[in-house]
């Protein structure tokens, strides 16, 4: 597949689109094409030019954000791994392994699959960044924790990383240095809190999937108690890039927004879902209607989620928000993973928030209060309303959960994150609320029974 | 021993205020230190915080000016000088009752019906933070509960995941069998199937669980509120840690032990057999009438308990001479009193020479070596204060969850001395509970282990050998001469590559020396790792104890310690001797040269029989008062020799053996749970314990009979004391340090009694309401008690005014959480600070007379064992050829090795069966298999059990864990032909006597519960008056 056509046809796009233009879900480039396409680079780059405090000073200075959802700077996450502020050699050290990288390749957010995309169609991508992060934090064990169902990712992943091993960017003396990496890929067994990275290193250790208090933060006691730093697939993609065309490339990407591009993605009822790599900042209206096609025939927007399921919904009101972790921020959202969940004007905002938060209830790890018992709480109140015998108290109880289970009072982000579309919903869609109240049903359903039942009649 | 060293104080602001609190400890220990209330769930204060019930929310502020602040978690935020919080704002109390009502979402509302109702942490916190009515409208979760055994009960629907069962059972006590299943709101708590918990610490889940998901079973089986329990603060009978406990009673019977916090010792945790064991007070092995004296008419003297019949009864005996035999399970007053009555030279404390010389060894070791209490050997009282903690453990020859559980407990928290440490290195306060886990998970303090079989402590070694008593002797004596060695030529062992060829050297040696001891090569690779790791250690705990019966082990651990101890090494080496029963060292006071070993009362008594021309003194000897003694070390034959050569017998106990069933006269005693006393622990600390309520006559107090037999047999007419207190000031008349002791101990607390009953007792018109509402003249009351410390009413001092609290209770806090209100500060000590009152060994007597002659001879002199260890007791061995010899290991389960509590049915039904393990080789000399049936012949009698096959075993020992050997066995030597292989009709008669100890042991437990329960509903009011004459 990787015929020189297809291959002009992709570089040409290097440089505007360096984390998916080698991506090929068909079949993913093999070593040898990989190479051939420029591939493992930013990595000789990063093994032969540059000591590991160098390399965390280039990205420092990329400004690359986490693009797990937080939006957390990478540099500023790296400089916490304490052997760096300590030792900065050349060579790392290789007798004992002084701290972890992880990659959270857990990719379970609702709407979300932009990860996917780049673990299927182009593996060795993350292998290289993953030698270029664990270079810089002195790693010498690495771990993809991949999400359990992606089966087809595993088996790719897995034939990267025994070419690698082949082809010695893996094992001991990576390249002819004095490095030595090892890399496992870890398959979960499913459970959405994993994607919180101490609740991930807990699973990965064979333990409960349950968050840990921080501090301390995994960068001071992590993976097995070492020093471990967990990033996404995405952000690490960017590394190679960043190592090759340099901090000012990266920046120049987007230059009026956060440094670098963004796989963005929408879902829902839109015409064309799918996603699609553009500069960090395009505007959630060039993504609905220049890149999703916009609404299916006959929907008008009623609402959307901007990056995730745990995002608050914004309405047609901020279509022109850029999609950056500031301005959606201010427009009272989270740009979270980038992915757009659209809803229409005839499905009922109470199922769907029902159906997230039934999500969430399921996924609560249960070690907290208000996440055990509050998503499971609200999930009983909006069965309830969905159903048409709900009450007014139920609204100001369902209030009540949403400042119960907010932010700074649960163990983790699982529940303010549930709150976060309920919350949404209650101010936007307060009408569809009362009127499931008032009505006593559900008038979504009404509507769509009544034509169902003229039809049958 | 307290620490006078405080902790850094720093001053805080809660809603705007000023308050002191620990530098070291989180905010919520602050709080609740400073004694307000905030609720919590997860956070213990042993345990630490994990953060995970959100119960306690506190609002932060910035400064002055800060109205709004930020909600944190106080039990997982550390305090800082200065620091500001809200506690009565309004949006931290808004959250907190929010948590309540979000638990409620899935908690029953059973509390009418739930064993925890009244004391259960759950509910005070509920009104604390004003929940008071439901929103949740939807169904409840509901789980199926699991068979846990039959300790502890199980109620999952009441579970509010708190998780600390888990947390207590797994990180704390390293229990393996019960975890934390299933995620979101269907968190389940349990094993992984129905099944027994193996922890002998799973009654804490109990006091653990903040609500009723765990119960004592044998509390709920005879039921009542704690509010209608009459209390009494007690100590622990069942091992010579001295746990203090608090007894509940009601209507005549116990009902159950909890835990009584003393910060030195059990801290918040008690063993189960401290906890269960008591519940031999109510089976029917109890003895509750006089034995062997008729009235006028020839009835027994039975219920009623009749003076002038006892007397009469009494004066026929009054010619007689009589040896006392005391216990170590007898309180210090009844040992002390008997020894008064008989005369020093006619006094024994039951053991045997080799047990006397055993018992010196023992005094000398307490003696030179302080004992520290489990909270020094936890370093709690120092930790963060500069002292050092514990950096290696060496446990010797004792198997500690079986002969003192809480002391094993302890020694496991030692263990995690290393991990605190590592936790320091990055700023981990040691209560992050999850965070110090997770960062150190894999450190652990080094322990070394020689023992005669495997314990719970073998995974968690550096360095484990199972060995036999003799051989772990040597070993400890070749440590001492290897560290003795490499002190003197100053070259600490080595720890690097290079001195590795030292090691080689030394290596060669202890190959030279090793083939006359024949210790092979994991022997001496143990040796050089204990060794290395000793000298690089700056405070060692090394932990022994009598099990062995081996005085040669305690005195070469003595020539250890001393060579640790040398002042050049900068070592500061810790002992500690678990010692065999509750009162063993109380006993040590009372050794003498002149007290008797068994084999010295059987001469006394076998020469007047045989001899008329034995000396004066011998031959007046004729009789024998024994005091709550089995001479469970003696054999049947050998108990009927004493027995045929005594003219009369009396026997003062409280349960059926042996003894009560060879003597003329038995004179029923009270248990613990009856009786006031002290009971000296392995420190020898003198502890008090006082009746939960008093027997019925004629049970009586040990002190109480031997006072009447003062009168009635000894004609000491100044023994006529009618309270504990007129005893201590007699002794402290007559000039006995330790009276005096007890008695300013005692001056040292308020003059008001305290009470043992609660509030709910005003009512007390209604306190017998099932029978009769009228007022019951101050229960209980007799004038024996008037002079003791407590009471038996509500009126007096609160229960709570001293530290030995009869329970636990404080406003808004009616579960044993309310201890925290009772502590100077969270965790620290009570309020009413309690110090140990160490009871003072005098050796004056063993070296100062006869400085010429060595211990070892002088020992020799006094109690003769040329005859070897087996003289009298294990006369077990038939045959005198050494060539098949084995040492037999006591190894039954930690609820049966003490004899008291071994009689609670329920711990019986939890044997899971006789066993005989030993290795491959021993099997197959047997002609035995694994799984096969096997005989074991001792003094004529048969006993049968399983066969194991453990390669770990040494070639020379043989564990026996077999119910009906009711001798102590330990160390004894037989030859291995004495175990055979059964034959098809005795395994199936074994098969049976199996099954028929079950069925004995569920019937008695049945029979118990009916009894108990008809006793509620009959007790005559009359019989709480105790003035049984009068109603004659």
Not at chain 1, 180 to 205: K, P, V
Not at chain 2, 689 to 700: E, L
Request: charged share 20%.
């Amino acid at each position: 597949m990787t015929d020189n056509h297809w291959l002009e046809a992709a570089l040409a796009q290097a440089l505007t689109k360096p984390l998916t233009h080698l991506v090929n879900l068909e079949q993913p480039l093999d070593f040898n094409s990989y190479v051939h396409a420029g591939g493992y680079m930013g990595a000789t780059k990063a093994l032969r030019e540059f000591t590991p405090k160098e390399v965390l000073a280039l990205v420092s200075d990329s400004g690359l954000k986490g693009r797990g959802g937080a939006g957390f700077p990478t540099g500023m996450k790296w400089s916490c791994v304490p052997a760096l502020q300590e030792k900065p050699p050349a060579h790392v050290n290789t007798e004992q392994g002084n701290s972890y990288l992880i990659c959270n390749g857990d990719e379970m957010e609702p709407g979300t699959f932009k990860d996917r995309y780049l673990l299927e169609g182009v593996p060795h991508q993350l292998i290289e960044a993953m030698i270029i992060a664990s270079y810089t934090i002195s790693a010498n064990k690495a771990f993809i924790f991949l999400r359990g169902e992606y089966h087809v990712a595993a088996q790719r992943l897995q034939q990267a990383i025994d070419e690698a091993y082949e082809n010695n960017w893996l094992g001991a003396k990576v390249q002819g240095t004095d490095y030595q990496l090892d890399l496992y890929l870890h398959t979960s067994a499913g459970r959405y809190i994993c994607g919180e990275e101490t609740a991930l290193i807990n699973a990965l250790e064979g333990k409960r999937a349950i968050p840990r208090a921080k501090p301390p933060f995994p960068q001071v006691s992590g993976l097995f108690g070492k020093p471990t730093v967990v990033n996404n697939v995405e952000t690490l993609s960017n590394l190679p890039h960043i190592l090759k065309h340099g901090s000012e490339w990266f920046k120049a990407l987007s230059p009026h927004s956060d440094p670098g591009t963004k796989i963005y993605a929408a879902c829902g009822q839109v015409k064309n879902p799918g996603l699609w790599e553009l500069p960090m900042g395009v505007t959630i209206r060039e993504l609905l209607y220049d890149h999703a096609g916009g609404m299916q025939d006959g929907l008008q927007l009623k609402g959307l989620l901007p990056g995730g399921a745990s995002t608050d919904f914004l309405t047609a009101e901020h279509l022109d928000t850029p999609m950056d972790f500031d301005s959606i921020a201010k427009a009272g959202s989270r740009l979270g993973t980038g992915g757009l969940i659209v809803l229409g004007d005839q499905h009922c905002p109470v199922a769907m928030v029902l159906n997230l938060l039934s999500f969430f209830a399921q996924e609560s790890c249960g070690w907290c209060t208000p996440c055990r018992d509050g998503t499971a709480w609200a999930v009983e109140i909006l069965t309830r309303i969905e159903a048409g015998s709900g009450t007014d108290a139920d609204l100001s109880q369902l209030d009540e959960l949403c400042d119960f289970m907010w932010l700074g009072k649960t163990h983790c982000a699982l529940a303010p994150g549930a709150v976060e579309p309920l919350k949404s919903a209650m101010r936007y869609f307060k009408t569809d609320f009362e009127q499931h109240i008032e009505q006593g049903c559900c008038s979504y359903k009404k509507v769509a029974q009544n034509q169902l039942g003229a039809s049958y009649e | 021993m307290s620490d006078n060293k405080k902790p850094a104080k720093i001053t805080i602001f809660i809603d705007d205020n000023p308050y002191q609190v620990s530098a070291d400890n989180n905010l919520l220990a602050g709080v609740l230190s400073n004694k307000l209330n905030l609720p919590y769930f997860c956070w213990h204060p042993s345990m630490g915080s994990v953060g995970a019930c959100r119960q306690c929310a506190v609002t932060q502020y910035q400064d002055e000016n800060d109205t709004r602040g930020r909600m944190i978690m106080s039990c997982m935020t550390p305090v800082i000088d200065g620091m500001r919080i809200g506690l009565t704002d309004k949006a931290s109390a808004k959250f907190r009752e929010q948590v309540i009502a979000a638990m409620m979402t899935n908690h029953p509302h059973d509390c009418p019906v739930c064993a925890e109702g009244g004391e259960c942490h759950l509910q005070d916190m509920t009104v604390m933070t004003g929940h008071t009515s439901r929103q949740y409208c939807g169904e409840k979760r509901t789980f199926t509960n699991q068979y846990l055994g039959e300790l502890v009960g199980h109620e999952m629907n009441r579970c509010i995941t708190c998780y600390r069962c888990v947390r207590f059972y797994k990180d704390y006590a390293g229990g393996k069998d019960f975890d934390v299943f299933g995620s979101r709101n269907q968190v389940y708590f349990g094993r992984q199937k129905d099944g027994v918990l193996e922890s002998p610490f799973s009654g804490n889940l109990v006091e653990v669980c903040p609500t009723g998901v765990f119960t004592n079973k044998l509390f709920s089986a005879h039921y009542t509120r704690k509010w209608d329990l009459q209390s009494s603060p007690s100590i622990c009978a069942h091992c010579s840690v001295g746990c203090n406990t608090s007894i509940g009673e009601r209507y005549g019977s116990v009902r159950r032990v909890m835990n009584r916090y003393n910060h030195d010792l059990n801290g918040y945790f008690l063993c189960d057999r401290g906890r269960y064991g008591i519940g031999f007070v109510n089976t029917s092995s109890r003895i509750r009438a006089i034995k062997g004296i008729k009235t006028k008419v020839g009835e027994p003297l039975a219920g009623m308990f009749n003076e002038k019949s006892f007397s009469k009864a009494m004066a026929e005996h009054s010619g007689e001479n009589f040896i006392g035999i005391g216990s170590a399970r007898a309180s210090f007053e009844g040992n002390r009193l008997l020894k008064y009555l008989v005369g020093r030279e006619n006094f024994s404390l039951g053991y045997t020479n080799e047990e006397m010389q055993l018992a010196l060894r023992h005094k000398q070791l307490l003696a030179q070596y302080p004992q520290q209490s489990l909270a020094g050997m936890e370093n709690l009282s120092r930790r963060g204060h500069g002292e050092l903690p514990h950096d290696l453990v060496l446990i010797i020859g004792e198997n500690l969850e079986q002969t003192a559980p809480r002391l094993a407990l302890s020694i496991k928290q030692v263990l995690r001395n290393a991990a605190l440490d590592k936790a320091d290195s990055i700023g981990v306060k040691h209560w992050q509970d999850a965070a110090v886990r997770t960062y150190a998970s894999d450190t652990s303090t080094p322990l070394f282990s020689l023992q005669t079989q495997n314990t719970s402590f073998d995974d968690m070694a550096n360095g484990a050998l199972l060995l036999s008593p003799e051989k772990i002797t040597t070993m400890v004596e070749r440590l001492t001469k290897m560290l003795h060695d490499d002190f003197a030529h100053d070259t600490v062992v080595p720890l690097n590559k290079q001195a590795a060829e030292d090691n080689q050297v030394r290596q060669s040696k202890l190959d030279k020396s090793s083939e006359s001891h024949h210790v092979d090569k994991n022997a001496d690779k143990f040796l050089l790792l204990l060794a290395r790791a000793l000298s690089q250690a700056s405070a060692p705990l090394i932990v022994t104890g009598l099990s062995l019966k081996s005085a040669a082990l305690l005195s070469a651990i003595d020539d250890l310690m001393a060579c640790l101890s040398h002042k050049s090494h900068r070592i500061a080496p810790e002992l500690t001797i678990v010692a065999p029963e509750c009162n063993s060292v109380g006993n040590l006071h009372f050794l003498t040269e002149y007290s008797l070993s068994i084999e010295q009362v059987l001469t006394r008594l076998v020469s007047v029989n045989s001899s008329k021309e034995a000396s004066k003194e011998v031959s007046q000897a004729t009789s024998l008062v024994i005091l709550e003694q089995d001479l469970a070390q003696i054999s049947t034959e050998q108990l009927n020799l004493l027995r045929s050569h005594c003219k009369s017998m009396i026997v003062l106990d409280h349960s059926e053996n042996k003894l009560t069933q060879l003597a003329d006269i038995v004179l029923p005693v009270a248990a613990v749970s009856e009786s006031g006393g002290h009971f000296v622990n392995y420190q020898s600390n003198l502890q008090a314990f006082y009746p939960a309520h008093i027997a019925i006559k004629p049970i009586m107090e040990n002190w109480q009979y031997l006072v009447l037999l003062a009168k009635g047999l000894f004609a000491h007419a100044e023994i006529n004391f009618t309270s504990l207190k007129q005893l201590y000031s007699f002794f402290a008349k007559h000039g006995e340090p330790w009276a005096l002791q007890v008695l300013t101990y005692d001056e040292s607390k308020q003059q008001q009694r305290i009470v043992r009953q609660t509030h709910r007792a005003s009512g007390r018109t209604a306190m017998m309401a099932n029978q009769s509402v009228h007022e019951v003249q101050t229960y209980f009351e007799d004038k024996n008690s008037k002079e003791e410390m407590f009471s038996y009413s509500m009126e007096g001092a609160s229960a709570t005014s001293n530290h030995n609290m009869p329970f636990t209770w404080a406003p808004a806090w009616n579960s044993n959480q309310a201890i925290l209100q009772h502590q100077q500060e969270v965790n620290g000590e009570l309020a009413h600070s309690q110090h140990e009152n160490l009871l003072n060994l005098n050796l004056s007597a063993f070296f100062d007379e006869t400085p010429s002659i060595s211990l070892s001879d002088k020992l020799e002199q006094l109690w003769p064992n040329q005859l070897g260890p087996n003289q009298l007791c294990p006369n077990i061995a038939q045959q005198t050829s050494q060539n098949h010899a084995v040492v037999l290991i006591q190894n039954l389960p930690w609820f049966l090795v003490e004899q008291q509590s071994k009689k609670l049915p329920e711990f019986t039904l939890m044997f899971t069966g006789n066993s005989i393990t030993m290795s491959t080789d021993l099997a197959e000399q047997c002609g035995c298999n694994a799984g096969d049936i096997a005989k074991l012949v001792l003094n004529k009698q048969h006993f049968f059990a399983q066969l194991n096959i453990d390669e770990k075993l040494s070639d020379d020992v043989v564990l026996v864990s077999v119910f009906e050997l009711d001798m102590a066995v330990n160390n004894c030597q037989i030859e291995l032909a004495q175990i055979t292989k059964a034959n098809q009709d005795e395994a199936a008669t074994h098969a049976q006597a199996e099954k028929s100890r079950i069925a004995t042991a569920s019937k008695e437990k049945a029979d118990t519960l009916v009894r108990l329960k008809a006793q509620d509903q009959t007790i005559p009011i009359s019989f709480l008056n105790n003035e049984g004459e009068q109603y004659d």
